[in-house]
């Protein structure tokens, strides 16, 4: 086989791969205006003096037995042997866009399958490989990984920890000698590793500096590298992380590694976030008959397993009045359900809360014109169910081995059949039996000991779940699903491809909700992460934030209310009303537009915006976190309008903003145009900006900006 060179295509990414006799990636960045495959000669190595005698190319499945002394791509053993296979390229198939190349080690008796596709408007990169067994002996198979090289330049990575109520908090390290790694054996995406990471030029910001950025698609144990060879040469690594014995291939079976998502841009953050997210509009978000995402009423933080029918049909008519569009009763429905302690498993209605079952609610619900929706875990079971009473052996678990309860629960083994035809069985009932439009399904403990016949399955937990989900979702198509767990502890492309929202955190504290969103914003656009108002003392955090800071910190998402209307005072109430009424009316922009991250010079202000794609149409969010760093705030420059136009600029919305004459404390004269809108052409507003106000900390206002 000839040395082929592939060049694959996009709008604004180009990716060339020498196919042969090995696969390497040679370029993975912006667009080329010219290319043509004798230019690979001008990247051609030289080998070093002092080390093995030969270039040791950064193939596709990097492999050890080439003399790659980083973590290899491939990792496993037939009982010791066939440790270091060498793949070698038997097949290429191509086109602009997509490249499926072949390769094999006869002598160990393996094929490897990898998969490139380009995404021709959006230049987003999916890598998948997939690894197959052909001899008769089984293959251990430790480690599948993507591993894609980035540019020297590429000297700083960010990527993102969390906790419970903390999600997506961003942390930076630079990548010079040694690496970076991340693992996460938790059994879900997990609060505290985000399966992503960017790698970038130092100090890339959110507009300057080139950025590499790699997703996993994965909703189980992953682990994530960043590694700097000893010659300078850089790779980022992603894989689904495989438990001791877990990943063991029979003559002709086959491992495919979750796809991996990968953007490149050259102006920052910006510049790949907003490829994802057009990735994820155009290629996995799916909303029956494309709905507008309908503003949410969730019961929990309102009434939690305290459920009253008569009290709960009250609340709905408040919601109702308050403009929500979809009503859902969240934990406390079935039975023995009283507290987090029991219940969990036993997916029967509790008739001593609903005597009438469930069905007045919901017809009361739908009479008022709103959409119904139901909490569920599924994968979980209390020690105090009938279900653990009947089946104790159906936990996912280790015989011999006692494990820790989580939030007092055990985890079922879903792959065992009956567990998963009882949980079918059950759902079923529920979604067939009701009208319900959504269902918000809760995933709150992390898996120990998780053994189904007394072997360590996770991988094949996580492939079971997906099954439950599509299984339920070929019956039941336009219902829609949310990923919970214990807020954002299951959020990824693959399970995106098979739900509608993301509850991105338990901790609706505005504050904090602020730097949550940002952090899951690289990787989602607004419409699928869930942001609600809650009570004015949040019940995480106990801070107290005005309905105006909470009100616009839930308005760009999918948004929600998550408290109880009925005992809210008309203030509170006249509050969540004109934020609902507002998010309706910016809702087509917010989730259609550009999302933008603006560089303030001040990190005391976090300013993020939605331009139309037309860029006829923008607001711009300015969130005060703590107190200034300055006298002035200085002014805001806004990205992605049109230069060649000019805007009316006005404030949209914000709580009441007053001179020290008016009774305010921070400003003695307002800009203008915090008084009446003005007028200014784009190229100006884009390069000189608009002056913002001195204002409080933990307060925000909206600027709308619209073409005239
Ligand atoms: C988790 C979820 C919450 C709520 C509770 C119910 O913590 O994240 O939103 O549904 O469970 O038990």
Redesign the pocket.
Same mark, same amino acid.
């Given at each position: 086989m000839s040395s082929e060179v592939i060049r694959l295509t996009s709008d604004n990414t180009d990716v060339i791969v020498r196919c042969a006799p090995d696969a390497e990636i040679l370029y993975w960045g912006p667009t080329l205006r010219g290319f043509s495959p004798q230019d690979v000669i001008a990247i051609q190595r030289p080998v070093p003096n002092g080390r093995l005698d030969v270039d040791t190319p950064l193939t596709l499945a990097m492999e050890y037995g080439r003399g790659q002394f980083g973590a290899p791509g491939i990792e496993g053993h037939r009982n010791g042997y066939h440790a270091a296979p060498i793949f070698n390229t038997v097949s290429v198939e191509s086109d602009d866009h997509a490249l499926t190349l072949v390769s094999e080690d006869a002598l160990a008796g393996l094929t490897l399958t990898s998969e490139l596709r380009l995404h021709p408007r959006t230049g987003v990169l999916q890598v998948r490989h997939t690894l197959k067994n052909l001899s008769s002996d089984a293959w251990q198979l430790d480690r599948l990984a993507v591993t894609l090289p980035v540019p020297e330049r590429a000297d700083e990575v960010m990527a993102f920890h969390g906790r419970w109520l903390r999600e997506f908090q961003p942390h930076r390290v630079p990548l010079r000698h040694g690496g970076y790694l991340q693992e996460s054996r938790r059994g879900r995406s997990s609060h505290e590793y985000f399966p992503a990471m960017v790698v970038g030029e130092s100090g890339f910001t959110e507009q300057r500096g080139a950025v590499w950025g790699v997703h996993l698609g994965w909703s189980g144990n992953h682990r994530l590298r960043a590694d700097v060879k000893t010659d300078g040469r850089r790779v980022v690594q992603a894989e689904a992380l495989y438990l001791p014995g877990e990943m063991r291939l029979a003559q002709g079976e086959s491992c495919a590694t979750p796809w991996v998502y990968a953007a490149c841009g050259t102006a920052g953050l910006n510049s790949m976030s907003q490829q994802y997210h057009d990735f994820l509009r155009k290629e996995i978000i799916r909303f029956p008959d494309d709905k507008a995402r309908p503003v949410h009423l $969730?019961t =929990?933080e309102g009434i939690y397993f305290d459920h009253d029918p008569d009290y709960i049909m009250q609340m709905a008519t408040q919601a109702a009045e308050l403009g929500v569009e979809r009503f859902i009763i *969240? %934990?406390g429905w079935f039975r023995g359900r009283d507290h *987090?302690q029991a219940g969990l498993g036993d997916w029967y209605l509790d008739e001593k809360k609903y005597p009438q079952g469930l069905m007045p609610v919901i017809e009361h619900v739908k009479q008022l014109g709103m959409e119904f929706g139901i =909490?569920v875990?599924p994968e979980m079971i209390n020690p105090d169910s009938d279900l653990f009473r009947a089946h104790p052996d159906w936990l996912l678990q280790l015989p011999g081995y006692s494990q820790p309860t989580g939030r007092y629960q055990y985890v079922l083994d879903l792959s065992n059949p009956d567990v998963f035809a009882y949980l079918l069985e059950r759902l079923n009932w529920l979604l067939g039996e009701h009208p319900i439009d959504y269902v918000?399904w *809760?995933m $709150?403990r992390e898996l120990v000991q998780p053994g189904h016949a007394g072997k360590l399955a996770v991988d094949a937990q996580t492939h079971q779940f997906y099954r439950l989900l599509d299984a339920l979702r070929e019956r039941f198509p336009q219902v829609e699903f949310e990923s919970?767990?214990?807020?954002g502890g299951r959020i990824d492309y693959e399970v995106l491809k098979r739900t509608h929202r993301f =509850?991105t955190s %338990?901790n609706n504290d505005a504050l904090e909700r602020q730097a949550i969103q940002r952090g899951m914003s690289y990787f989602f656009p607004p419409e699928v992460m869930g942001q609600h108002i809650g009570h004015y003392r949040c019940h995480a955090t106990h801070r107290k934030h005005t309905i105006e800071f909470r009100g616009l910190t839930a308005l760009f998402g999918h948004m929600g209310i998550e408290l109880d209307p009925v005992r809210a005072d008309d203030e509170e109430r006249a509050g969540y009303k004109r934020y609902v009424s507002l998010h309706k009316q910016l809702r087509p922009l917010l989730h259609s537009g550009t999302t933008w991250r603006v560089d303030m010079p001040d990190d005391t202000v976090q300013v993020t915006g939605v331009v139309s794609r037309d860029r006829s149409q923008a607001v711009f969010l300015m969130a005060q976190l703590k107190m200034p760093d300055y006298t002035l705030a200085g002014n805001l420059r806004f990205p992605g309008l049109d230069p060649d136009a000019r805007y009316r600029v006005r404030l949209l919305d914000s709580q009441q903003i007053k001179t020290v004459r008016e009774g305010g404390g921070s400003m003695r004269e307002l800009p203008p145009w915090l008084r009446h809108p003005i007028d200014a052409s784009g190229d100006w507003l884009m390069q000189a900006g608009l002056a913002l106000p001195v204002v409080v900390p933990e307060s925000a206002l909206l600027i709308e900006l619209t073409k005239i």
């Open positions: $969730n =929990w *969240d %934990d *987090d =909490w875990e918000k *809760d $709150n919970c767990a214990s807020g =509850w %338990d």
